[in-house]
Structure formats: C-alpha cells, structure tokens
C-alpha cells in the first residue's frame, strides 16, 4: 500500500470516529484560521484512487465533504439502442469551491491581517483646533454672558 494510501485511509478513519464523547466543538477565531488553513493546503488528489478514477464519497476526506465539493455531477454513458443498449461509461463532473476565497479569508483573519487598511483621515488637525477654540468661548461664556461671545469691539466686556 502506498504512503499516500495509508494517508488517506486513516484520515478517513479520523474523519468517521469525530471528536470524543463529551468533547464540544469549540469555534473560535482560532479554529477558523486553522480550518481556513486545511481546506487552502487539502490536496485534490486524496479524491482520487491510484488509477485516477474519482473515489467513492465516503472514501473522501472530511474536508472535502465539508463544502470544498459544491457540486457533483455523473453521468452515465450508453451505447446502443432497445435491447442492445449497455452502459459503458460514467462522466463524473466535480465543480470545487473557490480556493482563493480561502486564501483571502486567511488574509482578513484578525491574527494574520495581512490585508489591514490603512484609513487616512485629512483635516482632523484643524477640527480638533476648531473643537479646542470653541471649548474655550463656552468657558469664556459663562464669565462673559449667556451667549458665551464677546462686545462688538472683540474685548472681553466693559472696562
């Protein structure tokens, strides 16, 4: 047997025994990085037996059977008509989800932030001096009158 075989065969043994009685799951943002992880590195090759014909499903490994397959498609092939009609053959179509979405989700994920956007933000300098001067009339305003401005002159009140 060979050592891809045997890999696939106890992945596949993983897979059918799950996780131990009483053991939750336990989804955090770790476990989606590392499951985002499998699924980008999940060889294509583990659906396929050594004379390359496409494996039984349950001969598949989870993370295969877990939504990395989103369409199957087989169908068979016949030759002859009426009485003389046999099958001959099977096409197999296997549509794949979009690995590089994968890559792009491992990218966003808060660890990696491989993707981080930098916002500028222009003309915060002159707000916060705008905010800082009217802070100061509205304190100025209590000593100076309810209105919190200044005379017409643009002194501080009578002398």
Known sequence: MSERTARRRRLVEEDRAGPDE???????????????????????ADLYDEAGDLLPIRQWPAIWRQGLVTDLEISALYEGTGRERREIGHVKKVKF????????LIGK??????????????????LA?????AQRRSRAGGEHGADGEHGADGGAGPA
């Open 22 to 44: 009483g053991e939750q799951m336990k989804v955090d943002a770790d476990w989606l990085l590392t499951r985002l992880a499998a699924e980008a590195e999940a060889d294509i």
């Open 97 to 104: 989800a979009e690995r590089l979405r994968r890559l792009e």
């Open 109 to 126: 994920h808060i660890r990696i932030n491989a993707f981080k956007e930098i916002v500028e933000h222009k003309g915060l300098t002159a």
């Open 129 to 133: 001096e705008r905010l800082e001067r």
